[in-house]
């Protein structure tokens, strides 16, 4: 069977063209109906088949499971029920339409974030430091301390409790099955018995020092954590504000977001992501969807995660699976200073660090499958500014020092990156994009630390070529 070369990621429609004499050819509709004009309209024409093999979409299919081999920050793509390039069902292209519209009508992840990290920081978060043997309960379960008689205990949420009789475990062995089932007074009564003898549990202070967190909801102040003094607070308003930051500095179009917090429980999770349109002509072994996660529990409860994402039809019926890699794996723990204000730097270092980190090794990737789903596979090569032709483009992006690798010269960059748009040469900015990614993966002109730059600076390029498209 014939099949016709494809020069964009995205241009893979094929139908299957059986001429006068009974061969199949599988040709894009163009090449068909031109052939079967030719052959005095003898042949017939047909859409593939739900199970047949689309041979330009397995191409992609491979192309994109060797890209994300080869990239850094990214897990291996999940195995296909079917082989790659298969042609889906039906429901299965219907389903994979639902999905790219309900991914469009989630809100940029610009208001996503900008609402969690409002949210979190209008409950006024702050922490006192305390010898716990100096905490009570008051007959209605509100915290109070015996340094300051008279002064009104506040609420105390129901994990923060459980936090304090576990932390001191000594004191409260296996307690907490049994202090959930009473009534808050009686409740209140065995707590301070063991708070009143924690010092001959603890005989260093160091030991019983604690670090209470405290936040206004609706307007009353109440205690959601209990703690070492040494906990870090990495809260997410912080986290959002940190991440919204990265993934503006990238350049790239405004990514979708997930967002969920429970206020109760002070979890969080982000899901941030970019998605292939409807119209990507998406089958069996394609990516559609990539981004990153990030989570954590506010109180102490789980350590700080995330990572990137990937999304792959697996099936012909679009059962999709994910394949992702935790990069980030922060727990909560600081110095025991007890400075709030240093802890909150370190904090926020740490959290700038990591979540830079993470968006940082994974953007090449993010750049590409960027590349194959977006406007750079419609527009022509001739936007870019003086260029006739797509290898005209590549050859003024290296002469004018848009992209350039030190300790290469222009020529021979000039001939790497040629190389590269010879071996998969067309006329759009997609194609231009791929000359030099090509080209930073196989080229025979570069060492393995040119390579490396030059992957660098592809990734740079396409917000250069997207902007081109947007000014079009």
Known sequence: ???????????????????????????????????????????????????????????????????????????????????????????????????????ADLPPARDGLTQLHDQIKSENRTAIMVDAKDLRLDEAGRLTRTTQPGKPGIPVEREALRALVQRFNRAFPGAWAYLQELQPGHRAETVNAQLSRLAEYYPKSKD?????????????????????????????????????????????????????????????????????????????????EGGYTVRSNDAGRGRLTGGTFLRRVICINCTVMSSGEDSISRVHRGSRTGNQIAALNSALAKVRADLSAMIRESETGIRYFLDQWGTLRESSAQLVPGAETASHAVRRLVESGTVEVKGVSKAQLLAAVQEGFAAEPGETLADVQNAFTRAAHASSF??????????RQAGELVPVLAGYAAEA
């Not at 894009?28 to 979409?57: C, S, Y």
């Open 1 to 103: 069977m014939d099949q016709q070369k494809s020069n964009s990621g995205a241009d893979v429609r094929r139908v299957i063209y059986t001429d006068p004499n009974g061969t199949d050819h599988q040709l894009t509709p163009e090449a068909a109906m031109k052939r079967h004009a030719d052959d005095g309209w003898k042949g017939v024409i047909r859409e593939l088949a739900a199970g047949e093999i689309n041979e330009a979409r397995k191409a992609r299919a491979e192309k994109h499971e060797a890209m994300v081999t080869s990239l850094p920050g990214f897990a291996p793509l999940p195995g296909t029920w079917f082989p790659p390039g298969t042609e889906m069902m039906p429901p299965g292209k219907s389903k994979y339409k639902s999905l790219a519209k309900l991914h």
């Open 208 to 288: 019983r020092a604690a670090s209470v967190g405290v936040r206004q909801l609706s307007g009353a102040w109440q205690a959601y954590r209990v703690n070492s003094t040494s906990y870090l607070p990495m809260d997410g308003d912080m986290v959002a504000r940190v991440l919204l930051a990265e993934l503006e500095a990238q350049g790239l179009p405004d990514p979708r977001a997930e967002v969920s917090y429970d206020a109760g429980g002070t979890t969080f999770q982000v899901r941030v992501s970019w998605h292939a349109d409807e119209h990507y002509d998406a089958g069996v072994g394609d990516v559609f």
């Open 446 to 455: 570069l060492n393995e630390v040119a390579r490396w730059e030059l992957e």
